[in-house]
């Protein structure tokens, strides 16, 4: 399953199939990115991150891809788990070394068994 | 240590009192940030200090907002004189300068204002 933009608040995907959750971000000069999930009574947790000079990331399970050009980015999540629940933001940091990020609005992902 | 700390996880209040939150950051970490969320909202930026300096405040901190760090370890945030618009979940994080941006969020503290 896929989400296009930052309205559409709600991505449903069965479990095992991968998920991409895509974000459009703001400023040109950021240079950081991150994607974070949070689960309802939760702090937002970090995933993974990637800065500006690269145009994908890998960690366990998880992929970041950045394009610069459209100023997008997207968080692909393979064989999806119900633990995999939650809602996904992205962030970027906009104003050089403050580290103060700017959220995206966020996705709820929700997996069927 | 076990991450960000934050106290109380909630908190209801009557519109016009006073409400302070604490915010105990990972140890090692010289930068700590304050976040507001409102419900289906992603976090938006309040304001962040470096050990004990307060370095930047958003529009968002209106008088009413004050946040400290005394000696640059645990911070407190103070609303005065609260409103309802104020009910929301205020998220702190820390991190240490030099390193990502990737920092550590406590549990944040659920304000409502009745």
């Known amino acids: 399953g896929e989400s296009v933009g930052l309205h559409l608040p709600t991505l449903s995907v069965q479990e095992g199939d991968n998920s991409i959750i895509n974000c459009a971000y703001s400023n040109s000069a950021s240079d950081y990115f991150i994607w974070y999930k949070q689960e309802s009574g939760k702090g937002p947790q970090f995933i993974i991150d990637?800065?500006?000079?690269?145009d994908k990331r890998q960690g366990q399970r998880v992929t970041v891809l950045l394009n610069k050009t459209v100023k997008h980015l997207s968080l692909q999540i393979a064989a999806t788990q119900p633990g995999d629940s939650a809602v996904y933001f992205c962030?970027?940091?906009?104003?050089?070394?403050?580290?103060?990020?700017?959220f995206g609005q966020g996705t709820t992902l929700q997996v069927k068994p | 240590d076990t991450g960000v700390s934050q106290n109380p996880r909630h908190k209801i209040t009557k519109r016009g009192q006073n409400v302070t939150f604490r915010c105990d950051p990972i140890?090692?970490?010289?930068?700590l940030y304050w976040y507001r969320q409102t419900l289906g909202q992603g976090p938006e930026f309040l304001t962040y200090f470096q050990n004990e300096a307060q370095l930047e405040k958003s529009r968002l901190l209106s008088d009413r907002f004050s946040a400290e760090r005394p000696k640059g370890s645990f911070s407190t945030l103070e609303i005065q004189r609260t409103e309802q618009g104020d009910s929301a979940m205020y998220l702190c994080a820390s991190t240490f300068v030099g390193g990502n941006y990737g920092y550590t969020f406590g549990s944040g503290t659920r304000l409502t204002v009745v």
């Open positions: 990637i800065r500006s000079n690269m």
């Open positions: 962030a970027e940091n906009i104003s050089g070394n403050t580290g103060k990020l700017i």
């Open positions: 140890s090692e970490h010289n930068r």
